[in-house]
């Protein structure tokens, strides 16, 4: 079975900064996806970021990117230039590709809390 | 916000009442999830389907029904709960493929639930 850990329960940072959310994982898989969801106070789980396992190339997206440790199993979520808005629940999850089935389970981490302060 | 909808977003019921929750997706997809989310838990995936069938059910009790008229609609009934069923119930949609590749879930906003 796999697991997903983030070890940081809460985090802040100041406006502007950047932060860095730490996950790990423990799979025998060797293909797979690596996501991070925010969940703001609102409670729509939005999607973030993603990565596929094969690919060594670091995603990003806009603000967002990952730093992604295949043989270390990290998957860490750099925020740049952190705004109010950005304040939120952030979960890392983790998802085992089937061959088939066509449905695929995601495994979550427990979250980070972030605050972003003015 | 996206192109998944859940209603009621709050529910309150006693241990004896009978309640549905329903969630639509718009985006076309083939998979639906119902997730549970209790505090300082993880998300719990507690039934998927894919093209209506239903291919997992992690263990849920008999209390929580499952049911998927189609595509775009998930129902999840509940009969008896528990004060211990209360939780955010979120659902969620994927493309749903036979092909082995990893598929983005996309959230509902969640029903907030309390069983007295």
């Known amino acids: 079975a796999q697991t997903v850990t983030q070890s940081q329960p809460e985090m802040s940072v100041q406006e502007a900064e950047t932060v860095t959310l730490s996950c790990t994982y423990d799979t025998s898989e060797n293909n797979y996806y690596l996501f991070w969801y925010k969940q703001p106070p609102s409670r729509q789980m939005i999607l973030v970021i993603r990565?596929?396992?094969?690919?060594?190339q670091n995603a990003t997206e806009n603000r967002f990117s990952v730093n992604f440790q295949k043989a270390a199993k990290s998957f860490s979520l750099k925020i740049s230039d952190s705004q109010l808005g950005d304040t939120a629940m952030y979960f890392c999850?983790?998802?085992?590709?089937?061959?088939?089935?066509?449905?695929?389970?995601?495994?979550f981490g427990k979250g980070t809390k972030l605050s972003v302060i003015p | 916000e996206t192109g998944v909808t859940q209603t009621p977003r709050h529910l309150v019921m006693g241990m004896t009442n009978k309640k549905s929750l329903k969630c639509e997706q718009h985006l076309g997809h083939n998979a639906m999830y119902w997730y549970k989310q209790s505090a300082k838990k993880p998300l719990e995936l507690m039934f998927v389907?894919?093209?209506?069938?239903?291919?997992e059910n992690n263990s849920v009790p008999s209390r929580f029904s499952p049911e998927c008229p189609n595509s775009s609609h998930l129902f999840l009934h509940l009969h008896t709960l528990q004060p211990e069923d209360s939780a955010l119930y979120l659902c969620?949609?994927?493309?749903?493929?036979?092909?082995?590749?990893?598929?983005?879930?996309?959230f509902g906003p969640g029903t907030r639930l309390l069983v007295l």
């Open positions: 389907y894919n093209f209506k069938e239903q291919t």
């Open positions: 990565q596929e396992a094969y690919k060594q």
């Open positions: 969620a949609s994927s493309q749903g493929t036979l092909a082995g590749v990893g598929e983005t879930q996309y």
């Open positions: 999850a983790f998802m085992k590709l089937y061959s088939g089935a066509g449905s695929y389970q995601l495994t």
